[in-house]
């Protein structure tokens, strides 16, 4: 099957490639402020910016990780000051110098709104962090990625029970409302936060491996298996108590592909042959839950499906694309099913069609033929950088190439 397909990935590598470059050249124009720093809150559907809007330290520790990485991988010195433009704004106006970590969100003046500390953002702080120090070498970065590291390990972690506590106000006391969003239930664990705490500790051993980021990576590679992916569906469990016990009401098709893809990268950056061998399968074994339960009607990978119902939710978000595109394809060079690498041309075909916007740039959140579309969304804001679009790109060009 690896032969017949290797004679079919030159044009899809030419049309992922440009798209990388469309994705990147929409935030450099049309998100970037160059009077105030940083990138603009909130940018509509018809790229009109909105400079007054409240700014998200999520989006740009995104937007950091984007740049740093398109601009490794290219070598473009227009990439490169993006990166530089993002690490500049997120040093000066998100990091706390004086009770550590970062602010949730700033104004756009950059005078902080929000100061919690969440655990996700500061999760999300490491791994741009990471991305631009591999770019730069510039050692502030690193140190600081280091710094948000300990944090996280001193502030976060349930020494209990074990797992990382969802978020803290400014001067690490407990909050009672914990939730990343208003959608997410008020629980102190979740699959979220676990799957990108797991990411930046993934990408800061990637880094800078030392004895501590080795044993906590390796501790949450377990907590995974133990806690938070069902042993009989696996599916992730979305939100936990204390002790663990679940209290989801859903699946997330889109988190259980993404956590696939993001637990093998992790499971082969230790390096560990033991664990490698122990839980390539559970990396199978998620993928193929998700290939077997989440295609929705017209190819794509369905949001979330109702456990006491069973019924799927067949609106199409940007970001679960993204992810199924490099869960599956990941899938297929793990196990050369062929269902994977048809799984992953149906959605690459559906996201062109329905997602990408062709005549104005970036996705669109929610397919074009939905009635969701009718809700106000925006191609950037506080939920939306060019993470995982701009991700999967990078992703599916380098797992085509390998099957070159």
Excluded at 139 to 158: G, M, P, T, V, W
Excluded at 172 to 190: F, G, M, Q, Y
Aim: charged content about 25%; overall charge negative.
């Amino acid at each position: 099957m690896l032969m017949e397909t290797q004679r079919n990935t030159s044009l899809m590598e030419e049309q992922v490639e440009a798209e990388l470059y469309r994705i990147a050249d929409w935030w450099s124009i049309h998100a970037f402020d160059g009077e105030k720093g940083g990138f603009y809150g909130e940018v509509a559907e018809d790229n009109c910016a909105d400079k007054d809007a409240e700014r998200g330290v999520v989006m740009h520790s995104r937007i950091l990780w984007f740049f740093s990485s398109v601009a490794h991988q290219s070598g473009s010195d227009r990439y490169r000051k993006m990166a530089d433009h993002a690490y500049a704004y997120l040093f000066e106006k998100f990091d706390d110098k004086e009770h550590g970590g970062v602010y949730w969100s700033v104004d756009c003046n950059g005078i902080p709104v929000e100061t919690k500390k969440q655990t996700y953002a500061i999760a999300f702080a490491i791994y741009g962090l990471c991305a631009y120090y591999r770019l730069t070498k510039i050692k502030n970065a690193l140190e600081l990625a280091r710094s948000y590291f300990s944090l996280i390990q001193e502030h976060c972690y349930d020494k209990t029970d074990g797992g990382y506590l969802e978020a803290f106000s400014r001067t690490w006391h407990p909050l009672s409302d914990v939730r990343l969003s208003e959608k997410d239930d008020n629980l102190p664990k979740t699959q979220n936060t676990h799957l990108h705490v797991m990411e930046a500790f993934t990408a800061l051993h990637d880094t800078d491996p030392t004895a501590a980021t080795e044993e906590a990576l390796q501790n949450l590679i377990v907590l995974f298996r133990k806690y938070i992916i069902s042993p009989d569906t696996h599916h992730l469990h979305l939100f936990m108590d204390m002790q663990w016990k679940d209290h989801s009401n859903t699946y997330s098709y889109g988190h259980d592909i993404e956590c696939s893809w993001l637990l093998l990268e992790a499971i082969e950056t230790l390096k560990n042959q033991e664990i490698h061998d122990e839980y390539l399968p559970l990396v199978i074994k998620m993928a193929y839950t998700t290939l077997s339960e989440g295609i929705g009607k017209h190819g794509q990978v369905c949001d979330e499906c109702n456990i006491a119902t069973g019924q799927r939710d067949q609106v199409s978000c940007w970001w679960v694309q993204a992810e199924a595109m490099v869960g599956f394809l990941y899938a297929f060079q793990l196990t050369d099913d062929k269902a994977f690498w048809d799984a992953f041309n149906q959605v690459w075909d559906f996201t062109q069609q329905q997602h990408i916007d062709k005549s104005l740039g970036e996705w669109h959140w929610f397919e074009k033929s939905s009635k969701e579309r009718l809700t106000p969304s925006y191609k950037a804001g506080f939920w939306k950088g060019p993470y995982h679009n701009g991700r999967a790109m990078m992703e599916v060009l380098s797992l085509l190439k390998n099957l070159n």
